[in-house]
Each structure stands twice: as C-alpha cells, then as structure tokens.
C-alpha cells in the first residue's frame, strides 16, 4: 500500500473497513496503510467532528464500528474554490440545453450536490446575481438528428443523413461519424463521406435526417483531428497553409492584443499603436468573414488574393447599402 496517498482516499479506505465490520483500531489501520497511529486518529475525528461519520469504539471488540449501517461517506471533499468551480461549470451548462447530454449532465451535477458534507457551504446555483453566462448564438437542430449523430458516433456506427448544401438542395450522404465537434454554437460530426471518399466536415443544423445503418466501422487509427484541424481558423480546414497577414488600427489593436485568436498567432507592434497579427491557416472562408467583422479596423497585406478578395466583397457590399429599399436581389 502507498504511503502518501490524498487524505480523501485514506478516508474511503477507513471506511471500507469500518463497512466491512472487522472492528479495525488505528494500530491495525495505520499498519495496513503504512502511516503513523496518530494520522489515523486525525483521519477518525475528522469523519467523526467534520463529516458526522457515527462512529464509536467497542471496548469488547477493542476496535471502532459504525453505529447505524446506512451512512455513507460523502463522496467528495473539495474546498470553497472547487465549490465555485463546479458552480460556474454549472452555469456553462446551460449553452448545451437541447442536446443529448444536457440531462446526463444535469443529473451528474445533482449527484455531485448530493454527495457534499451538510456542513459544506451550499452550491449558489440559484443566485443568479453572482455569475452570467451568455452562451453563443445556437443553430436549430432536430432532435432526431442530434439524437441519431450521438448515437453512431458513441457506438462507431454508419449512417445516411439528407445532406442540405448552402444553395438549398438535399441530397443522401453515407458517413462513418469519426468526431463531434462544438464550435461557436453549431454541431458538426468530421467523419469519412462515402460519396467523396474522403473526411469531410458535416453541420447538424443542415441536416434534414439522419438514420442510423447497421454497419460498423473502425476508426483508422491515422486519424488525429487535432493534427488534421492544427492550422484551421475555425471549423473548416484545408491541405494548404498559407500565412496571412493583418494590419489592425491602433483602436482595433487594443481588442486583438487581449485574445490568443490562433495558435500559430504572432505580434508585430508598430509605433503608433497599431499592430500586424501574423497567422498561418488552410482555410480562408471563417478567416476571411473574421476579418470583416473589423470592418475598416483591418486591412490584410497577405496574401493579395485574400486582400483583393475581401475588396471585391466590400465593393459588393457598398453597392447593396446604397440600393434603394427593395432593390436588391
């Protein structure tokens, strides 16, 4: 038995043996785990003044026992900030209301309440004047297909979702699911599309069905999404890298300096305040839409074609303000 194992797993052993109705005593306690009698004497006034453990000693059996056979040790013994912890996870619950999870998670969250001391300071779960999450904008998924998705993916499954494309058409696509993956309040399952032969990266909000097959499939073990999606800006992902790079106006940078956007992100400072933020990605699509969420804040150096890209969009754009209500088509 190790020595120095956490006080809590001391704590269960302890109990076992008190469970077990051997009468153990701290001298025959602290031989089996290898600490001093008097740790084990702390261990026992700790259960006993701290957890209200009803244990006594027995004189005719020289050793203690619990006085009534249904209490249970509180499973976990964590101090103020776990307690926070676990109520500001509790509050990032909330993003994922509506998905199959959420009530395991819930539930969970109820066992961990349950299973604290009385005497630890309660969850402030309802107080809602301490802690606000606001989770992202959320696409609309049907509960079905979410449901079905979960599913293959738990138990490595193939199956055939109604696939809608950004013009609107629907068409049958067959996937071995690989990888779930939640990103800026959308659903999407990475996994090898029978019809391209390849790994594709599927949205469950475009998803008009999903039905789950009977075949099952092996994961190939090449399959490593954090090295496949290592240089994306977002979800999507290419085989290409490119650097890019963006001048950012002393106001704007004072926003871009406080986050790590990428983690291929280098600063340049220049002495005006202003900054050039130095990426290299294989995808330009979520890069490129970021970028004009700045709007004249951001002005890209490179590569040109993204540059003369998003002045085309921006052209686009001007021109469809300046149409009159109704006109643009």
Not at 25 to 51: F, K, P
Not at 72 to 97: C, G, H, M, V, W
Not at 116 to 130: E, N, R
Not at 295 to 306: K, M, Q, T
Request: charged share 25%.
């Amino acid at each position: 038995m190790a020595k120095y194992n956490p006080l809590h797993t001391r704590l269960l052993f302890i109990d076992r043996k008190l469970r077990e109705k051997c009468f153990p005593n701290c001298g025959s306690l602290a031989d089996e785990w290898e600490v001093s009698v008097r740790t084990i004497q702390r261990d026992l006034d700790h259960m006993r003044y701290e957890l209200d453990a009803p244990i006594e000693y027995s004189a005719q059996h020289r050793g203690y026992y619990y006085t009534e056979d249904q209490y249970q040790l509180p499973a976990l013994n964590i101090r103020e900030s776990d307690l926070f912890a676990i109520y500001l996870a509790e509050k990032l619950l909330t993003q994922y209301e509506g998905t199959p999870i959420y009530d395991n998670l819930r539930s969970m969250f109820g066992k961990i309440e349950a299973s604290l001391p009385d005497k630890t300071v309660a969850l402030p779960s309802h107080d809602p004047g301490l802690f606000t999450v606001l989770p992202p904008f959320t696409t609309v998924i049907l509960p079905d297909v979410l449901t079905t998705v979960f599913d293959c993916l738990r138990n490595s499954t193939r199956m055939t979702i109604d696939y809608r494309s950004p013009g609107g058409e629907v068409a049958p696509r067959e996937i071995d699911p690989y990888h779930g993956v939640r990103f800026e309040g959308d659903w999407y399952v990475v996994g090898h599309c029978h019809l391209r032969q390849a790994i594709r990266t599927f949205s469950l909000a475009r998803m008009a069905a999903a039905r789950k097959g009977t075949a099952q499939f092996v994961r190939p073990a090449s399959f490593d999404f954090r090295k496949l999606f290592g240089s994306h800006f977002g979800i999507h992902w290419g085989k290409d890298e490119v650097e890019v790079r963006i001048h950012f106006s002393p106001k704007a940078a004072a926003y871009v300096r406080e986050r790590q956007w990428h983690p291929s992100q280098r600063l340049e400072e220049r002495n005006d305040g202003s900054l050039i933020l130095v990426l290299t990605v294989n995808h330009l699509l979520e890069l490129k839409r970021w970028i004009l969420s700045w709007g004249d804040g951001a002005r890209v150096i490179a590569p040109r074609e993204l540059a003369d890209d998003l002045c085309q969009t921006a052209c686009r754009m001007a021109a469809m303000a300046r149409m009159p209500n109704g006109d643009a088509k």
